[in-house]
């Protein structure tokens, strides 16, 4: 019984459960509803009620991101020295808003601020016209607007309208603006603020920043929108601007008529680029990667908010294969030398102002040292002209006789060890061409010795199909002569680009084919001219027995460093370049190696009496050169030398070029190009060869 009432209460209580589950829930659906319900009414107060006032909101704002420039990578020499630096200056910028100030706004700036800086004199002196014109019509626009008419208004679209307006601006109008100091230091500013980017910050002045201008714009900054004082960077050059031409150099803005080019490759009108020289051909490399920030404006085009994406990355740096202590030296030698021939016979080298020589490895390319240095005679001073050495070109005279006898190897016009009779050789109408003497029967190896003409007459003609000439008779030779010779030519260096790192080059003076004269004079070095960088490349090729290499100044790229002034990661290595192996056989080019060295290492070399006793000890290889020109009516020579040492082991050629040198009784010229190379090679040798290699 007990059992049974017990049953009947558990029963009782299930019953009263299953009651309160339905209410519970019921309740729990009552609030979800309420919640859903609550969230509806609020998104259709913000859709409905609130909706146009938040999509104006949104409207309002615009996300742009803007590219700032990072600081370019530097340039070491083949020790690590830097050659090329960035050093911190300050740096006065301005940043324009969203789509950029009015020019009224801007003027009035550039006014507020040639109250506290002012301009480099160069800034000032370059004011065009136009901008005389644009400043003059800022200052007095009712009365510009009036000269032109109604019918113009309407007929021509505003930028017309502009021009048109700037055009009958007279000179009589802005003449007193330029003798106004103050006028010109607002244009000079206005020029700045003109060309920055919106959202960019634009450098106005980062030279010679006073303490005092940096501390008044940075107390008055909240007085002219945009305008922020910071730290910048400005290339420096520890070395005095040695080689400053083939370093190059940078300028703020785009090249005029490269704007193309530079926009699609994501420039800005701003940028710093490099113009000139190692900084152009490397820019790529040396730009680095620009610091990105994301700015948030408003329809009023102020910075909501502003966030950096990318830090950005600095240019990768350079290392060249040159030795600043050797460039240094080279640059004194040829200075030096100059100077003496100049003093030492004023009155005959009247015209002589440009030196050049260039050393570097035969083997690899790798450029040592280049120096090239020109007398101003107008204000007699003595200046670096590095640049010569790939741009000057002239007639080499008979530095080019290597190049002929491979020729005539090649063309089986003279075999090796072939003779001819060293005459003067008489010509119908053509003036008698000889030898500086008579040197009787002489071989392929005394013509490269003592330096015959006459050989080399012979072999072009040959080479020209002539065989049988006799003095007094007109010559019939085959016109392809020429194109013949200069193939051969351009196997080793001469007559063609040689490649070098540099955004571009001479390749000389290609003479016309014509008389058989010509044919003879090319055949000498006295018809195409040829730069010193060929020369040099010229002598390399026959050195490491036939391989023509890519001369270059850049032998390492290095990730940026996070140590002051040090070298960082290696990025990629310049492997030497061959362009071509030149068609002569290794006993064929051998054969010119030997007629080389006896240049210089035997009695009737003409090179040896001028060598040093050091220069000896070193055992060159080469070949000297003079051919005539002439210049106001005056007969000069150029003088040329190339070589290279050991002959037996070549690790370093050289080339040397001395254009316009006065005539002088022979023996009694200066002997500038020898003076060059003995000094230069005992510099290398002492201070620069490596250890296992010195003399």
């Known amino acids: 019984m007990e059992k049974l009432e017990a049953k009947n209460i558990m029963t009782k209580k299930r019953r009263k459960k299953r009651a309160l589950l339905p209410f519970r829930l019921n309740i729990l659906f009552a609030i979800v509803f309420l919640l859903f319900s609550a969230l509806i009414l609020q998104l259709g107060v913000v ?4 909706g146009e006032e938040h999509q104006a909101v949104l409207e309002q704002t615009t996300n742009d991101i803007a590219e700032i420039s990072v600081p370019r990578g530097m340039i070491y020499d083949s020790g690590g020295n830097v050659i090329v ?8 910028t301005y940043t324009p808003p969203k789509n950029g100030d009015p020019a009224d706004k801007r003027l009035d700036i550039a006014t507020k601020l040639a109250d506290i800086i002012k301009m480099e004199d160069k800034s000032t002196e370059k004011i065009t016209e136009r901008e005389y014109k644009e400043y003059w019509f800022l200052l007095n626009s009712e009365e510009a607007n009036k000269r032109i008419t109604a019918s113009e208004k309407e007929s021509l679209d505003d930028t017309e309208v502009y021009d048109t307006t700037l055009k009958r601006i007279t000179e009589d109008d802005y003449k007193e603006l330029e003798n106004d100091e103050k006028a010109k230091q607002i244009i000079a500013i206005k020029r700045e603020l003109d060309s920055a980017t919106e959202l960019v910050p634009h450098v106005i002045k980062n030279k010679d920043v006073t303490e005092k201008e940096y501390a008044t714009i940075a107390e008055n900054m909240g007085e002219m929108s945009g305008i922020n004082v910071t730290t910048d960077w400005t290339r420096n050059y520890p070395y005095d601007g040695s080689l400053q031409g083939i370093l190059g150099s940078i300028k703020t803005g785009i090249p005029e008529g490269e704007e193309d080019y530079y926009k699609s490759h994501n420039y800005q009108l701003n940028d710093r680029i490099g113009t000139s020289g190692l900084e152009k051909e490397y820019e790529s490399l040396l730009k680095g990667d620009k610091k990105r920030v994301r700015y948030v404006t408003d329809n009023n085009n102020n910075i909501v908010s502003q966030e950096v994406i990318s830090d950005g990355q600095r240019g990768q740096d350079l290392q060249l294969s040159i030795n600043m202590d050797f460039q240094k030296e080279l640059d004194k030698i040829v200075r030096d030398e100059l100077k003496s021939a100049i003093n030492r016979h004023p009155g005959a080298n009247r015209y002589l102002e440009d030196a050049m020589a260039v050393m570097l490895n035969p083997n690899t390319g790798e450029i040592y040292a280049a120096s090239g240095q020109h007398y101003n005679r107008e204000n007699n001073e003595y200046e670096s002209a590095d640049m010569n050495t790939v741009f000057s070109a002239n007639a080499v005279g008979s530095t080019v006789k290597g190049a002929t006898l491979l020729a005539g190897y090649q063309e089986g016009a003279v075999t090796m060890g072939a003779q001819f009779l060293d005459t003067p050789m008489i010509i119908k109408d053509t003036p008698e061409k000889s030898s500086y003497k008579n040197m009787g029967w002489i071989n392929d190896l005394q013509a490269l010795q003592m330096s015959s003409n006459v050989y080399m007459f012979n072999v072009a003609l040959h080479i020209g199909g002539e065989y049988n000439q006799k003095n007094g008779e007109s010559v019939s030779f085959d016109q392809d002569a020429f194109r013949i010779l200069r193939n051969y030519y351009n196997q080793v260096g001469l007559g063609v680009e040689t490649g070098v790192d540099l955004p571009s080059e001479s390749v000389g003076y290609v003479g016309t084919t014509g008389q058989a004269g010509n ?7 006295q018809f195409d001219t040829y730069t010193t960088m060929q020369l040099a490349q010229y002598v390399s090729t026959i050195a490491n027995g036939g391989y023509r290499i890519k001369p270059h100044f850049v032998s390492e790229i290095h990730e940026p460093s996070n140590e002051k002034d040090k070298l960082g990661p290696l990025a990629e290595t310049k492997s030497p370049e061959i362009l071509n192996k030149i068609t002569a056989t290794d006993e064929q080019i051998e054969r010119v190696k030997t007629g080389f060295e006896m240049v210089f290492q035997t009695t009737n ?12 000890s070193y055992n060159i290889a080469g070949k000297t050169g003079t051919a005539q020109t002439s210049k106001n009516g005056t007969d000069l020579e150029n003088w040329t030398l190339i070589g290279y040492a050991d002959a037996d082991n070549p690790e370093i050629a050289f080339a040397i ?5 006065g005539i002088i009784s022979s023996g009694q010229q200066y002997p500038i190009t020898y003076n060059i190379a003995n000094s230069a090679l005992e510099y290398y040798y002492e201070h620069t060869a490596p250890e296992e290699e010195e003399k």
């Open 657 to 661: 070029m001395v254009p316009n040198l």
């Open 519 to 525: 044919l003879l004079d090319f055949s000498i070095g």
């Open 85 to 92: 630096g960035n050093e911190p200056v300050y740096s006065i």
């Open 47 to 50: 859709q409905i009620i609130n």
């Open 605 to 616: 070399g003409t090179a040896s009496r001028h060598l040093t006793d050091k220069a000896k």
